[in-house]
């Protein structure tokens, strides 16, 4: 138990959150059992040890971080190891990875009903169904998910600004008042391009190659949080990762399953249940008519995020097809995104009508007052015009 405390202390001494996530303020800390999902490599570590040095600080021991990696638990449970921490004074343990350890979520369930004075933090891959594929904790466990860096968070890393986020309803509202407050301090188009290549995980600070760690990120998520949690035979890995290929080539645009299911040899079905697996591990997003859900078939499918567009080889995105990948990531948040029609037109939260288009478009845009334009290529907008690097800041 001490060489844990001592590992805690030291990650949680050397903790430097570049930025402060927005997520810290909107957890209720006051609940029992807390689950942070979210994609692989968008810090959900360095979120658990912010967590810690904020309301306990490094060396307070009522505090613990710990790893399922560690291979100490291959032979000994959580709620077995949770025990000797409350025994010790302990009341609030962090665990992260929780999936690494077999039958997690009992693990918890029993610390949940045997230490009551114990709070729990764990996180977990943006694959896990907490709430609906686990009888045992899912009426006990509050979960939320971390996001990378939205485009606020990357601009106030860069430009060492503090803006805060603001709604869609503000925005829609007030756009012309928020960039007048912005302006002064900063360009967001200085910023807008690098954003979109490799801003979105947290990574690129590292002193490594982005899009090769990108790349070997993108693999693990296959690898590990669908083949793993999935339970997922390994033999089917290489179909997954083709699928995703052909997927991330052929752009944004409605999938021909049937062809899908020839060229990775499956069933229409399985291809289906593929690219909702994609889906969940934020590798893709699927987009649906209004009123249609998974398993119809989707209207489009897209990369999860901007930076997934840079990184896959050969590819190479379109400026319009990078503006509607960041649009329809920034909302994903807390808004739902359809497809309506066949004229590219999104509809958010089944009654907001949009249109991404490029502001210094050579092609005469007709503007029509029932729908909102998120315009590129411009920092200022008017009225039903909206600059669409300002929906960056919904997070």
Known sequence: MEAFYETHANLVEHTTAPVRRLLMDEIDWNDRLIGIKGTRGVGKTTFLLQFAKEHYGAHDRRCLYINMNNFYFQGRGIADFAGEFVSRGGKCLLVDQVFKQPDWSQELRRCYDLYPTLQIVFTGSSVMRLKEENAEIGGIVKSYNLRGFSFREYINLMSGNNFPAYSLEEIINNHERIVKKILPYVSPLKYFDDYLHHGFYPFFLENRNFSENLLKTMNMMTEVDILLIKQIELKYLTKIKKLFYLLAVDGPKAPNISNLANDIETSRATVMNYIKYLADARLINIIYPVGQDFPKKPSKVMMHNPSLLYAIYPIQATKQEAMETFFVNSLWKDHRVNQKGKDMQFIVDE??????????????????????????NTEVGQGNKIPLWLLGFLY
């Open 351 to 376: 009654k907001l009508p949009f249109r991404i288009c490029d502001a210094h478009s050579e092609q005469k845009i007709r503007y029509q007052q029932d729908c909102f334009y998120a315009r590129y």
